[in-house]
């Protein structure tokens, strides 16, 4: 939802002719929220998690699934960027739950499709590109580091 469809002031100017009655808002802009609070209220109900579910319990369960969402996305996107990448994969995800310990703590046990494992220092890309044929420089540099390690 965008803040225009929230904003109250608006809604009254396109319906002067109702007297006396407020514009509908959803509970999500009451609240601020951008997560669904109503359907997180109906998934509550339906899922059978207690007897009685308090009318803020699904105020409160939208606020922290924002909050988490937009703290996964901006590390994950801060590792993209660093990755010199413009979209996040699901590899970033990854890295972002396993770097942070609280996310760690939280989603530890979580599997990630094509998410896969943190990976340790990359080597040094090489300015050379595609296969050309090798000199005799190169072979010789290549055994002469193979034979001094």
């Known amino acids: 939802m965008s803040e ?17 009655r407020r514009p509908k808002t959803s509970r999500s802009c009451r609240a601020g929220l951008i997560f669904p609070v109503s359907r997180i209220e109906r998934f509550l109900r339906r899922g059978d998690y207690a007897e009685r579910i308090g009318s803020g319990a699904s105020v409160y369960m939208a606020a922290v699934l924002q ?52 990976s340790k220092k990359r080597p040094a890309a090489s300015t050379r590109r595609g296969r050309g044929k090798k000199t005799a420089h190169s072979v010789r540099r290549s055994h002469n580091a193979a034979v001094a390690a």
């Open 67 to 118: 909050y988490m969402t937009y703290d996964i996305v901006d590390i994950a996107g801060n590792i993209a960027a660093n990755d010199h990448k413009r979209r996040i994969a699901p590899r970033h995800l990854h890295e972002t739950i396993h770097c942070d310990s609280e996310l760690q703590w939280l989603l530890g046990g979580t599997i990630l499709p094509q998410g896969r494992a943190t």
């Open 4 to 20: 225009s469809q929230c904003d109250m002031e608006s809604s009254e100017e396109l319906e002067p002719s109702r007297r006396g």
